[in-house]
């Protein structure tokens, strides 16, 4: 059985996944209650492997995603991709309001960020194309992180 599941406790609507109930949330960007959140992920889960978008707050209307597929019965499938600003800042490092590092070429605009929300609430199961992504393995990561 496929269903969506979100960590957030201020954002989004747990009852209503589609898009409607969503938009708001991004476009009409309320600092408070991200503030209150700080961060969390929308998770879809077919049976077999677990769909994630996960949205770090950073401040202002800035924030960081990731899309992860975790297959438990199929390794090779298991995916992690980091959102794509700024190519020549993807290896320098900021810690987010929820205490998690991110490259600051990962830092995106709300409305950018809805792009992708959309496109995965739409389609989880494949990597929303409405933005750029990088591949996390390609992350120089460093000793501390």
Request: charged share 15%; aromatic share 16%.
């Amino acid at each position: 059985m496929a269903n969506f599941h979100s960590t957030f406790f201020s954002i989004g609507n747990s009852e209503d996944f589609s898009a409607d109930a969503w938009r708001p949330y991004f476009l009409n960007f309320d600092t408070q209650k991200w503030n209150e959140d700080m961060g969390g992920s929308i998770q879809y889960i077919d049976g077999q492997c677990n769909y994630s978008l996960i949205m770090n707050y950073v401040e202002g209307k800035i924030l960081s995603i990731s899309y992860s597929v975790y297959c438990a019965s199929d390794f090779s499938r298991n995916i992690s991709y980091i959102s794509l600003n700024k190519i020549d800042s993807m290896n320098d490092f900021l810690i987010s309001k929820n205490a998690t590092t991110l490259p600051i070429g990962s830092c995106i605009v709300s409305d950018l960020v809805w792009n992708a929300v959309e496109s995965f609430l739409n389609d989880p199961v494949h990597l929303p194309v409405t933005i750029q992504w990088a591949n996390s393995k390609d992350i120089v990561w460093g000793e501390d992180f």
